[in-house]
């Protein structure tokens, strides 16, 4: 009987862990703000073999669609091999149609702070459930690609600016990741060498004009004292978003004495991702100097 009734608690937890490791996620679900698309995606190993470690994925595509197989699951799917626990976060973004007919001039849609909104609401979430997931709350980190990119370094650089409260949601939470890594990052909104697209989805049609607008957002220019730990990765021949943004990021962080590891590929492109194919077989060696630097921020 003993051992009958181990196999039937061995079998329900396989099944819950089997349930929890492709659960979709609706982070907004019992608030007012009413995004149904925003999903959050887990990919759970069998055994966290960092002592719960968390990385919330944040996929590229210029803050106007995702890139959410190459930049998003693919990636979880290698940290959960890696045995780490993944979330894909599937963010609001401005949409095809409204990139196409510039809409939101007339009708409004999303931008700014709707994109940081959800960051930071699945950090609280997941800190919350972390016994849910087996996770560790104070090992927290994201991971963003491109758009993604800038997006997990204005959770680190605004981290004291709580963008729920505007919402109504009260928390007792830090909003603050544990860690961030930038995959070839969209990085100023003020420089001459940002990347425009990007620019124009987060600011809005008007605000990518104000000068206000894109000085804030320019994370290289607002680096916090207590910012997390950063993992920065980019290719010198990137054709979309110009090499140099990583570059100021490095400067930044470097002024500021954040401890940071970067690494800058002469190939390798833009938007490889997690794949095997894309880019080159020198800029796919980032996960294996991804996972070196974990396993020395966590040793």
């Excluded at 698309?37 to 944040?58: D, H, K």
């Excluded at 990085?187 to 990347?195: A, K, Q």
């Excluded at 804030?216 to 950063?230: A, M, Q, T």
């Amino acid at each position: 009987m003993k051992r009958i009734i181990f196999i039937v608690a061995l079998l329900v937890g396989c099944v819950r862990q089997s349930v929890l490791a492709q659960e979709i996620i609706h982070i907004w679900d019992g608030t007012d703000v009413g995004s149904s698309r925003v999903t959050l995606q887990s990919f759970l190993p069998q055994t966290n073999q960092y002592a719960g470690l968390a990385v919330i994925v944040c996929p590229g595509g210029s803050y106007c669609w995702h890139d959410y197989e190459v930049e998003g699951t693919d990636v979880a799917r290698w940290l959960q091999k890696e045995g780490i626990a993944a979330f894909v976060l599937k963010y609001r973004v401005q949409g095809i149609f409204p990139y196409i007919s510039h809409s939101r001039a007339i009708f409004g849609g999303h931008k700014h702070p709707d994109m940081i909104e959800d960051l930071q609401r699945t950090i609280q979430l997941l800190r919350e459930q972390a016994d849910r997931y087996d996770i560790d709350p104070s090992r927290i980190g994201a991971m963003g690609f491109s758009a993604g990119g800038h997006l997990v370094m204005s959770a680190a650089c605004f981290h004291a600016t709580d963008f729920l409260a505007s919402q109504g949601i009260s928390h007792a939470e830090s909003l603050r990741p544990d860690f961030v890594a930038p995959i070839y990052p969209v990085v100023s909104m003020s420089h001459p060498v940002t990347h425009k697209r990007s620019r124009r989805a987060l600011l809005g049609e008007w605000g990518k004009f104000s000068r206000r607008m894109r000085d804030s957002l320019s994370v290289e220019r607002h680096i916090p004292e207590d910012c997390p730990p950063v993992f920065l990765v980019n290719c010198k021949d990137d054709p979309v978003v110009k090499y140099h943004n990583s570059e100021l990021l490095d400067s930044a962080l470097t002024s500021k004495g954040i401890p940071h590891r970067y690494i800058q590929y002469q190939t390798g492109g833009h938007g490889f991702g997690a794949s095997n194919v894309r880019g080159t077989a020198e800029c796919r060696q980032w996960r294996s100097e991804f996972m070196k630097w974990i396993k020395e921020l966590y040793k």
